[in-house]
Nanobody, 112 residues
Framework: DVQLQASGGGLVQTGGSLRLSCAAS????????ISWFRQAPGGNERQLLV????????WYTPSVKGRFTASRDNAKNTVYLQMNSLKSDDTGVYYC?????WGQGTQVTVSS
């Protein structure tokens, strides 16, 4: 079974940093695109934040570009999202996704 487990969320002050992890299993990880999404409080939609290709190339939505950095460790079937200079607008549940599967999200709360 495909499984994606996001972790590393928490409560942080404005300007702080967090590092999220997404551990994957049940599929060949190396050649898959992994994406990070965020669902804002009270929102129904998940916003695409980052798309991480198998070769390490990344795409960032403009609102996080320069603050967030995605990386992957194929040996560990894990992707990471380093989030710096966090803002209150970054608050939400963060999900990783691959092959149209979604992992259980991790809550990030940025307090002012």
């Amino acid at each position: 079974d495909v499984q994606l487990q996001a972790s590393g969320g928490g409560l942080v002050q404005t300007g702080g940093s967090l590092r999220l992890s997404c551990a994957a299993s049940g599929f060949t990880f190396d050649d898959k695109v992994i994406s990070w999404f965020r669902q804002a409080p009270g929102g129904n939609e998940r916003q695409l934040l980052v798309r991480l290709n198998s070769d390490g190339a990344t795409w960032y939505t403009p609102s996080v570009k320069g603050r967030f950095t995605a990386s992957r460790d194929n040996a560990k079937n894990t992707v990471y999202l380093q989030m710096n200079s966090l803002k209150s607008d970054d608050t939400g549940v963060y999900y990783c996704s691959a092959l149209s599967y979604w992992g259980q999200g991790t809550q990030v709360t940025v307090s002012s």
